[in-house]
């Protein structure tokens, strides 16, 4: 089974969201990474936790000590606060098979070097082929902020966007589950 490792810090609430949904349907190890505990992140595996439990309680007939072992596979890793934390951790834990979500472009860059499918919060998937461009382009968006050319704003998502993403995740994730499943 592949994993899903999700740049917690950089993903939208509302993307987190539909991410969680899916999986806690299929049941998709995942990995959100972030400095800080996202209380949307633990009420899911709370809550997925105890879903699986009572369908093991139903089905399996299983006592309290043997029910208490069923967790959700939904895992909320908080790193240390610090410029690029999440993005190591990542990087050092994740293993093929596998896929990421983020916004951060140099952390995109790292996991495709490492093989990865990188899914974008705009939708976008990352590969090799088009990561350069993407990593030069956010260098230069760098370098005219610095020095006061261009100011950088973050729009609101709107549902357009949120609708490309989910649609991007869900072909990603069909994708994977075919093949890993």
Same mark, same amino acid.
């Given at each position: 089974?592949?994993? +899903? !490792?999700?740049?917690?810090?950089?993903? #939208?609430?509302?993307?987190?969201?539909?991410?969680?949904? %899916?999986?806690?349907?299929?049941?998709? #190890?995942?990995?959100?990474?972030?400095?800080?505990?996202?209380? =949307?992140?633990?009420?899911? !595996?709370? %809550?997925?936790? $105890?879903?699986?439990?009572?369908?093991?309680?139903? @089905?399996?007939?299983?006592?309290?000590?043997?029910?208490?072992?069923?967790?959700? #596979?939904?895992?909320?890793?908080?790193?240390? $606060?610090?410029m690029d934390s999440a993005d190591d951790w990542i990087v050092e834990h994740s293993q093929l098979p596998c896929f990421a979500i983020t916004h951060d472009v140099p952390l995109?860059?790292?996991?495709? @070097? /490492?093989?990865?499918?990188?899914? =974008? =919060?705009?939708?976008?998937? +990352?590969?090799?082929?088009?990561?350069?461009?993407?990593?030069? +382009?956010?260098?230069?968006?760098?370098?005219?902020? @610095?020095?006061?050319?261009? $100011?950088? /704003?973050? =729009? #609101?998502?709107?549902?357009?966007?949120? /609708? %490309?993403?989910?649609?991007?995740?869900?072909?990603?994730?069909?994708?994977?589950? /075919?093949? !890993?499943?």
């Open positions: 089974m592949f994993k +899903l !490792y999700v740049d917690a810090d950089s993903c #939208p609430k509302n993307l987190r969201q539909i991410v969680l949904k %899916a999986v806690m349907r299929h049941s998709i #190890p995942s990995f959100f990474v972030a400095d800080r505990v996202l209380k =949307d992140v633990q009420a899911a !595996y709370q %809550a997925h936790t $105890a879903v699986l439990r009572e369908e093991a309680r139903k @089905e399996q007939g299983l006592n309290e000590n043997e029910l208490r072992l069923i967790k959700s #596979p939904i895992t909320m890793v908080v790193v240390e $606060a610090g995109a860059s790292r996991l495709v @070097e /490492k093989g990865m499918v990188v899914l =974008d =919060d705009r939708g976008k998937t +990352l590969t090799r082929e088009n990561m350069a461009t993407r990593l030069s +382009l956010r260098n230069a968006m760098t370098e005219f902020r @610095e020095m006061g050319i261009f $100011a950088e /704003k973050h =729009d #609101p998502m709107d549902g357009k966007q949120i /609708k %490309a993403f989910s649609d991007a995740f869900d072909t990603l994730l069909t994708s994977l589950l /075919k093949q !890993y499943r």
